[in-house]
């Protein structure tokens, strides 16, 4: 239990300060330089921002079905066939149509409770997309009391992040963002919100972390904070101690469904673009580039005669995306874009969101040991999803596939044999994987069979002829990683690294 484990953490620490004092009873050691203490009260700041920090209340309706107490469908046995007009039909149908007998059950309403923020005097509120999301009715709550009813201007769902508008009889308090470029880990952080329900509640704590990827989105850029951050915290703001906000509380990591210290809030600096194009379009206007990235590994490095892990590796470009006709090929590794570096792969996807449509960028790549600056006309990104296109099967003549040994992988050039068995596109052209042997480094950079060979060390290849070729050239220049582009049967390419021995 918490409170044990905080008992034993204490008595530890007594132990640990006893054992200090018998070790040099004669000797005071002054404590080391520390950086100015806390602030001694955040009672002034708290009452100068809590005004425009609000509670949001939705509704929405649900169907209802015969459920149990425990609101899971309950099994029933099959109503019994009646004759036509018997007696017994009215009472059998409301029994097994209906369980309780009070009549057909009817719709009912849930409700949900979030937080939000006030950037605009004339009604303007920044929440979390899921506190309202599927929200038939939205009520915001304020701190004096008033509730004023909400339409909503825009949400984009990869951020998370909605935009409301209500409609006061005066000026509502409002606040502003900071840069949250500027936060440094360590730095003092306080979030104000309605946990559990519990309206304008106050936590302190510090900026525990930056750029935390949790996995929730392609945009994911967080600030991890300690202070206590609670369901019903959702779209609340974070605030630095000049009273901007920094980030919107949107997620912790929690066992037990309550804060233990790791919260997630998305940065202003993330936010702000997208917020604006909300309040002004109603929607979000991304940039696109028209590529398909992955993260260099050390391994990928290596072989590209890199010094470090760094960038952005192109693994395939659309043929309808700005990144084509710019010269921007598979096989190439973003370093910067806009004038800023791209330090890892998560990098890219945010500095293209942000990047207004139309504009001209310069992006600096390394393409086989040189760098080069292409010129892009970002595009706008498409938000709905495509579907993929069936491949036609085509007539080629069966014939015996020929294997060749190599890397920990058998392969073979494309036959018709091997293109249906491993549903590969009638247009797929390369080598393709027959087998993977186990324990080999094939097998940890998960190649599969079926897997497509299009490349090896930056050349492309046709047949296996062409890969051992190419595998005993980079052998004689001493590179000690060979890097394969691979294909799968849908046509999503990826770059892995081989070791040559």
């Known amino acids: 239990m918490p409170i044990q484990l905080n008992t034993l953490m204490r008595r530890?620490?007594?132990?640990?300060?006893?054992?200090?004092?018998?070790?040099?009873?004669?000797?005071?050691?002054?404590?080391?330089?520390?950086?100015?203490?806390?602030?001694?009260?955040?009672?002034?700041?708290?009452?100068?921002?809590?005004?425009?920090?609000?509670?949001?209340?939705?509704?929405?309706?649900?169907?209802?079905?015969?459920?149990?107490?425990?609101?899971?469908?309950?099994?029933?046995?099959?109503?019994?066939?009646?004759?036509?007009?018997?007696?017994?039909?009215?009472?059998?149908?409301?029994?097994?149509?209906?369980?309780?007998?009070?009549?057909?059950?009817?719709?009912?309403?849930?409700?949900?409770?979030?937080?939000?923020?006030?950037?605009?005097?004339?009604?303007?509120?920044?929440?979390?997309?899921?506190?309202?999301?599927?929200?038939?009715?939205?009520?915001?709550?304020?701190?004096d009391g008033s509730k004023l009813k909400a339409k909503l201007l825009g949400r984009d769902k990869k951020v998370d992040v909605a935009v409301l508008k209500v409609d006061p009889p005066k000026p509502l308090k409002a606040v502003k963002f900071a840069d949250s470029d500027k936060v440094r880990v360590g730095d003092w952080a306080m979030a104000i919100g309605n946990p559990f329900g519990l309206s304008s509640t106050v936590t302190l704590g510090i900026i525990s972390a930056r750029n935390r990827d949790i996995n929730s989105g392609p945009y994911d850029n967080y600030l991890q904070t300690d202070a206590a951050i609670n369901k019903g915290n959702s779209g609340g703001p974070l605030f630095?101690?000049?009273?901007?906000?920094?980030?919107?509380?949107?997620?912790?990591?929690?066992?037990?469904?309550?804060?233990?210290?790791?919260?997630?809030?998305?940065?202003?600096?993330?936010?702000?673009?997208?917020?604006?194009?909300?309040?002004?379009?109603?929607?979000?206007?991304?940039?696109?580039?028209?590529?398909?990235?992955?993260?260099?590994?050390?391994?990928?490095?290596?072989?590209?005669?890199?010094?470090?892990?760094?960038?952005?590796?192109?693994?395939?470009?659309?043929?309808k995306g700005p990144a084509k006709p710019a010269g921007i090929e598979p096989g190439d590794v973003i370093l910067k874009f806009d004038g800023h570096d791209i330090k890892e792969m998560r990098d890219l996807p945010r500095l293209v969101a942000d990047t207004p449509v139309d504009k001209k960028v310069e992006v600096v790549i390394l393409r086989k040991g040189q760098t080069l600056t292409k010129t892009v006309t970002v595009a706008r990104l498409d938000e709905s999803d495509t579907a993929i296109k069936a491949s036609t099967r085509g007539t080629e003549t069966p014939e015996k596939p020929k294997i060749t040994k190599a890397l920990g992988l058998e392969m073979s050039g494309i036959t018709k044999e091997l293109r249906d068995k491993y549903k590969l596109a009638n247009d797929a052209k390369g080598v393709v994987v027959t087998k993977v042997e186990n324990g080999s480094s094939a097998e940890d950079k998960q190649v599969r069979v079926g897997d497509v060979i299009l490349q090896v060390g930056q050349q492309a290849v046709s047949n296996p002829e062409d890969v051992s070729k190419r595998i005993e050239e980079l052998k004689k220049s001493g590179t000690k990683q060979a890097l394969l582009l691979l294909s799968n049967a849908q046509g999503e390419l990826r770059f892995v690294a081989l070791a040559l021995n």
Do not use: C
């Open 12 to 143: 530890s620490g007594a132990v640990a300060i006893a054992a200090l004092i018998a070790a040099s009873p004669a000797t005071l050691v002054a404590p080391p330089a520390m950086a100015a203490a806390g602030p001694p009260s955040v009672a002034d700041l708290s009452a100068e921002l809590i005004d425009a920090v609000v509670n949001i209340s939705t509704s929405q309706t649900v169907a209802s079905g015969n459920n149990d107490e425990e609101g899971e469908d309950e099994p029933r046995a099959p109503m019994p066939k009646l004759p036509p007009g018997s007696p017994f039909e009215e009472f059998f149908n409301q029994f097994f149509n209906n369980k309780d007998g009070r009549g057909p059950q009817r719709p009912r309403k849930t409700e949900a409770l979030g937080s939000g923020f006030v950037i605009d005097p004339s009604g303007i509120i920044v929440t979390n997309n899921h506190v309202i999301d599927d929200a038939d009715d939205i009520e915001v709550n304020f701190n």
């Open 240 to 319: 630095d101690m000049d009273g901007g906000v920094i980030g919107i509380n949107t997620a912790i990591i929690s066992p037990t469904g309550g804060s233990i210290g790791l919260g997630f809030s998305m940065p202003s600096a993330t936010v702000q673009p997208v917020i604006e194009q909300l309040r002004l379009y109603g929607e979000t206007r991304r940039g696109w580039l028209g590529v398909r990235i992955q993260a260099v590994s050390d391994d990928i490095a290596e072989s590209l005669g890199m010094q470090k892990a760094q960038g952005a590796l192109i693994a395939g470009v659309d043929d």
